[in-house]
């Protein structure tokens, strides 16, 4: 079974710039997280999507907003750019039947450099 | 309060010695928990889940959990060089769907 996938795996922007990160959940995945880490802050989470509905969110600004299609793939955007946006961003996906006994798994992740 | 506290290390030791890696967190009705390795520009990689008290043995780790103590743990014997990463430990609690918190991460590394 293939595992989460990420695309673009590299960015690199400009400050001011909008950028727009993909994520394909595992097959028969219905849950995508997102993810921020830096070497200061570790993992923070973003959002996360179920069923094309947001379930969870952040503490993150307005800046920062997501969708998940009917197939579960998910996109997250960040609007104006600023430097401290720099991250690896990381998409997570699990099967959430409801059982109660929920794993995550990681993508690859892109890494956005913000200039 | 962090929901999920580590010590961030770095935690050496030598190669064939047993590594302890320690995690508390703070909901108590958190369900399930992990361990995840990530390496150095890379993303996390899941090694254990366990979901009820006592230990859970899969090749050299070994996850304990003590839910009356908030205490989750990571063994690993024999370490090796190839051990060396950051470990993440994570709770995903009941009440809040699929919301994971995670620690801040142990640095482990394993001297040659």
């Known amino acids: 079974k293939a595992g989460v996938t990420q695309t673009p795996r590299y960015l690199i922007k400009t400050r001011g710039q909008q950028v727009t990160l993909s994520c394909s959940p595992i097959s028969g995945h219905r849950s995508v997280s997102w993810y921020q880490q830096t070497p200061g802050q570790g993992l923070q989470f973003l959002f996360e999507y179920f069923s094309e509905t947001q379930r969870n969110k952040g503490n993150f600004p307005g800046r920062f907003s997501g969708r998940q299609f009917s197939n579960s793939r998910s996109e997250m955007n960040v609007s104006t750019l600023e430097l401290g946006d720099s991250a690896l961003y990381l998409c997570a996906s699990s099967r959430s039947s409801g059982g109660g006994q929920e794993t995550q798994y990681f993508g690859p992740g892109t890494r956005l450099l913000v200039l | ?112």
């Open chain 2, 1 to 112: 309060q962090k929901e999920v506290e580590q010590n961030s290390g770095p935690l050496s030791v030598p190669e064939g010695a047993i590594a302890s890696l320690n995690c508390t967190y703070s909901d108590r009705v958190s369900q399930s928990f992990f361990w995840y390795r990530q390496y150095s520009g890379k993303s996390p990689e899941l090694i254990m889940s366990i979901y009820s008290n006592g230990d859970k043995e899969d090749g050299r780790f070994t996850a304990q959990l003590n839910k009356a103590s908030q205490y989750v743990s990571l063994l690993i014997r024999d370490s090796q060089p190839s051990d060396s990463a950051t470990y993440l430990c994570a709770v995903n609690v009941k009440n809040n769907f699929n919301k994971f918190y995670f620690g801040s991460g142990t640095k482990l590394n394993v001297k040659p």
